[in-house]
Every structure is written in structure tokens, then in C-alpha cells.
């Protein structure tokens, strides 16, 4: 059996052009016209690739890596093995993240994973929707009628597309993703299985049962937004759910109904919030955090993984636990409960 290669960087860069790519200084005895071919971690890379150094737990593993090249902070060169060439940076791997951008800008974004070009025989288009030029549709796409979808996008193997839905250019619909009832902007990255627009999670209690109320609003997901594998973001109850441009949602996570997430939030992956929620700009909310229906999260606030939100948090706050407080007094109780424990132990 071959053993494929995924990813192909688009060729040899040399170490002047890495640096004038990131603002590095080269070291003395680095030779400016010597060639790179990959990107790799200090662990695996050799004499053709370049790596990082940032953090000092990984100092050991920088003195025995066989990288050709190294991004490294100017007060760590003396650590390096002999023949590594040294790329001086304040921030290791910013800049290694920039060159491993410019050798895969082809990775930027999902492809066809049928390496389709235009629309395939094997997908249905109904013959209302309208796609402009440059629409990839891979074989077993749905677009339903209305629906409109601009250039440079890719509709994945049986993802199917809702009547009415507009997507935007140069965005990516993952296989067997779904997306009704929502308005995409462009450079949209939805990936595989996510579930964008269907009914949210309303119901009026009764004697006789739950009675099902009406989602009547959308989805609008703003330019630049990235939503994760098997994610989940209920369309309107009365009013859109709205998510603000460049905000990044890791997998699996749970948007409810009339949610509003302001523009650059970071959403880790398990992460769970209830309807009505208002979220700021620039939040961050780590893994498994949850958040009560209504609660407003100020601009650049953090919540810790794990953390549950059951009230208002002010803008830049830092919140820990469950129920989630400031994370000075979550550390402070936490120290407390260790001085009780280890009293009680000493009995």
C-alpha cells in the first residue's frame, strides 16, 4: 500500500526570503540562499525543514532536533545543536505560522475533496437556484430552489443547501453539512457535518404537553467565520441568530436559538449556549463552558473551560467554575479548600 501525501508545500523557499517573508534576523553563520522545502515540529523535522522555538519546556527537544532551520527568540540561539541555521524573531511562531502559510495557501481553506471542478452530473441543482461562475458541487450535493451561491465556492459531497439560502464567494460547505434558513457571507468554511439554520429548541409547557413554538427567524453568518465538524446553531425563535465576522467555532458545539455572537470570538469545541445569549466581541470561551438562556458576556471576555455562566459578565472579565465566578476568587477558593483538605488530612 502507498502511503499518500496530503499536503504538498508549494516549494523550496529560501532562508533571505523566509525572513524578509516574517521580519527575521538571520543569524550569523546562516546561510541566506540555502533552501527549505517543509515545516515541521523540532521532534520531526530534518536537515530540509524549518521549525520553531518558543516555549523552554521544549528546550531539550530543540538541543537533539535535526531541524535545517529554526525560529528562535535571540536570547535562545546558544541553546541551538551545531549546523541549525537561526532565524532571530521576538515571536517563534507567529512567524513559523506565517511561512507554513505561504508554503500551503492551498490549505487555507477545504477543497473539493472530490477534486471536483464546476458542478458535477451527480449533484442536484434545482433550476431555480442560481450559481455563479467558479461554483464546485461535488457529486450528491442538494441546492434547493431560490437558493444562491456566489464564485470560488465549494459545495461538498452531500451537503445540501436549503431553499432561499444565500452563500457568499469563495466559502466552503463541508460533505453532508446542512445549511437552511441562513444568510452566508463570503469566505465562510463550514465544516463537514455541521448544521446550520434548523428549528431551535422552543416549547411552551402544558398540562397535556410541550407545545411547539414556531422558529420563525435565520441564520446570519457574517464574512470570514469558520464553524467546526458536527456544530449545531439553531435558526430564530423571532429575531436571527446572528454570528459576527471572523469568529472561529470549534467542533461540536451548541448555538440555541436568537444567539447573537459579536465579530473574532474564539469557541472551543463542547462549548453549549442557550437561547437568547449575547456575546460581545473579541470573547473567548474555553471547552465545555456553558451559558443560561439571556445572559449577556461583555466584549474580550474569557471563560474558562468548564465554566458555567449563569449571569451577566462585564466587558474584559475572566471567569472560572461552576457557577462561574472572577477567576481571582475561583483560585482563592480553590487554595482555601487545599489548606482544609491537607488540615484534615494531618489528623
Not at 444562491?148 to 465549494?154: C, F, H, K, P
Not at 440555541?256 to 469545541?269: D, L, T
Not at 471576555?301 to 461552576?322: E, S, W
Amino acid at each position: 500500500m502507498s502511503d499518500p501525501i496530503f499536503f504538498r508545500p508549494r516549494g523550496p523557499i529560501a532562508l533571505d526570503e523566509i525572513a524578509a517573508l516574517t521580519g527575521a534576523e538571520l543569524a550569523a553563520g546562516a546561510e541566506a540562499g540555502r533552501t527549505i522545502e517543509n515545516v515541521k515540529p523540532l521532534d520531526l523535522a530534518g536537515p530540509h525543514d524549518l521549525s520553531f522555538f518558543e516555549s523552554a519546556r521544549f528546550r531539550a527537544s530543540f538541543r537533539q532536533s535535526q531541524a535545517g532551520a529554526c525560529f528562535v527568540r535571540p536570547e535562545h540561539a546558544a541553546d541551538s545543536p551545531s549546523g541549525m541555521a537561526l532565524l532571530l524573531i521576538k515571536e517563534p511562531y507567529r512567524a513559523y505560522v506565517t511561512v507554513a502559510r505561504a508554503m500551503f495557501d492551498g490549505e487555507l481553506r477545504p477543497r473539493s475533496p472530490f477534486g471536483a471542478r464546476g458542478v458535477d452530473p451527480g449533484a442536484s441543482v434545482h433550476p431555480e437556484a442560481k450559481l455563479e461562475d467558479g461554483v464546485i458541487a461535488d457529486p450528491g450535493a442538494v441546492i434547493g430552489p431560490g437558493a444562491e451561491i456566489g464564485s470560488g465556492t465549494v459545495v461538498g459531497a452531500n451537503a445540501v443547501i436549503g431553499a432561499e439560502v444565500r452563500i457568499g464567494r469563495d466559502c466552503s460547505i463541508g460533505p453532508g453539512a446542512t445549511v437552511l434558513n441562513a444568510l452566508v457571507g463570503d469566505r465562510v468554511t463550514i465544516h463537514p457535518g455541521a448544521r446550520i439554520g434548523q428549528d431551535g429548541f422552543g416549547y411552551v409547557p402544558s398540562p397535556r404537553g410541550h407545545i411547539k413554538i414556531p422558529q420563525l427567524g435565520r441564520v446570519i453568518v457574517q464574512d470570514d467565520v469558520e464553524i467546526g465538524a458536527g456544530t449545531s446553531i439553531d435558526r430564530g425563535a423571532g429575531r436571527d441568530t446572528m454570528i459576527g465576522e471572523g469568529t472561529k467555532i470549534d467542533n461540536q458545539v451548541q448555538i440555541g436559538h436568537n444567539v447573537s455572537i459579536g465579530r473574532h470570538c474564539v469557541i472551543v469545541a463542547f462549548v453549549g449556549i442557550s437561547g437568547s445569549v449575547k456575546i460581545g466581541d473579541f470573547v473567548v470561551m474555553g471547552g465545555q463552558s456553558g451559558v443560561s438562556e439571556h445572559v449577556t458576556i461583555g466584549d474580550g471576555a474569557r471563560i474558562a473551560a468548564g465554566a458555567g455562566v449563569i449571569k451577566d459578565v462585564p466587558d474584559g472579565a475572566v471567569l472560572m467554575g461552576a457557577p462561574a465566578r472572577p477567576h481571582k476568587d475561583f483560585l482563592r477558593a480553590q487554595a482555601a479548600l487545599a489548606r482544609l483538605a491537607a488540615k484534615d488530612g494531618g489528623k
